[in-house]
DNA sequence: AAAGCGGGGCG
DNA sequence: CGCCCAGCTTT
């Protein structure tokens, strides 16, 4: 039995029922693959469920503020997918009359659609013969077939992309798709797979050889930098605080936070002190300093350690531009200052 | 080609 | 503690 068979059985039989399985319209679609990038569907299903409810057709999303969304997406992770998301829309709307783009090509003019849900889309939607390579194709593939060339290398994105288009299904590309992925999350997972119950155990390379748990192979990461972030949590008589969106390129972008001073290394109370006599906030006012958590909170992204401190600045007079306590939970926000809302008794 | 970008879950 | 997750964009 051919690859392609052999798999597209197994998923008949072992399909998880999911919200997007029910349709094939592309803006839900859509939305269901950029909420599951580098997201496991346990983790993304609410937000699917959220999204959909909240901005039933594209025009809805396209008509939002970004902190809505921002705010929608909140402990998602990865929030240039919301903005990409929501910018997205805007252009499907303004200059695609809302009609969403129907081949693989159209689709890569999305931002934040890329190969991998160009691909998912085409297909699923438009029966369009292109495979996708995701996370868990590059690990069947690897296994079944003995591949070693790094995953994270253009020359692994070359080879497998090019291996998955030679085996889908040219006649029901959208089922084999979703097979070759669901194989991987469900029966050919990233650690000890139940080898005896698949239905490639005797044809596969990697259980013949013995090395399943050497593939896929993928080039390690740099080390993680450590970083020190200082937040300072005003608070002023008449109930207010002050949080700020922050801007430029680094993490978090357009999410709100409590002022930051940043460092390389821990800083005392003193040294904290000092960097406080700068802030226009300050001037001419008198304060109470104190630190919220003496052990620093560790919120470990990706690539970075942020070792956090959170300060407790309490103002003798009110401030212009405060943010009204109550107002708080309005704001899109990290979930590391989200989950210090919810535990701090304002 | 490499770096940057979150947060949760699992062994 | 390291690894992985329906990856994409920028440098």
């Known amino acids: 039995m051919s690859f392609s068979k052999t798999l597209t059985d197994w998923y008949s039989v072992n399909k998880r029922q999911l919200p997007w399985r029910q349709t094939t319209n592309p803006y839900y679609i859509w939305l269901s693959e950029i909420i599951l990038q580098q997201t496991q569907i346990k983790q993304g299903l609410p937000y699917y469920e959220n999204f959909v409810t909240t901005f039933p057709t594209v025009f809805d ?34 200059e695609l009359d809302g009609v969403f783009p129907d081949t693989y090509k159209e689709l890569l003019k999305l931002k934040g659609v890329g190969d991998y849900t160009a691909s998912a889309i085409a297909s699923i939607c438009y029966n369009e013969v292109t495979a996708v390579v995701d996370g868990n194709v590059y690990r069947v593939l690897s296994r079944y077939f003995g591949i070693d060339t790094p995953i994270n290398s253009s020359k692994g994105d070359k080879e497998f992309k090019a291996l998955a288009q030679e085996l889908i299904d040219k006649k029901d590309p959208a089922t084999f798709n979703q097979a070759v992925m669901e194989f ?52 002023t008589p008449n109930h207010t605080t002050v949080l700020e969106q922050r801007q430029g390129k680094g993490i978090w972008q357009n999410l709100y936070q409590f002022p930051l001073i940043e460092s390389n290394k821990p800083l005392t109370q003193k040294q904290l002190e000092l960097e406080l006599k700068d802030l226009d906030i300050i001037k001419e006012q008198t304060y109470e300093l104190s630190l919220y958590n003496k052990d620093e909170i560790v919120h470990k992204l990706s690539h970075q350690h942020l070792y956090t401190k959170f300060w407790i600045v309490d103002l003798d007079s009110n401030i212009k531009e405060g943010t009204p306590i109550a107002a708080l939970e309005d704001f899109p926000v990290p979930i590391l200052i989200g989950n210090f809302i919810e535990a701090f008794n304002f």
């Open 61 to 94: 999303l396209a008509n939002a503020n970004e902190a809505e969304v921002l705010k929608l997406w909140q402990g998602l992770g990865y929030y240039s997918r919301a903005r990409n998301l929501h910018f997205a829309a805007k252009y499907v709307v303004n």
């Open 184 to 235: 991987g999350a469900v029966q050919c997972k990233p650690k000890s797979p139940d080898c005896t119950v698949c239905p490639f155990v005797s044809s596969c390379y990697a259980f013949g050889k013995h090395v399943i748990s050497e593939l896929p192979v993928k080039i390690k990461a740099a080390k993680v930098s450590k970083k020190y972030f200082n937040f300072l949590v005003f608070l």
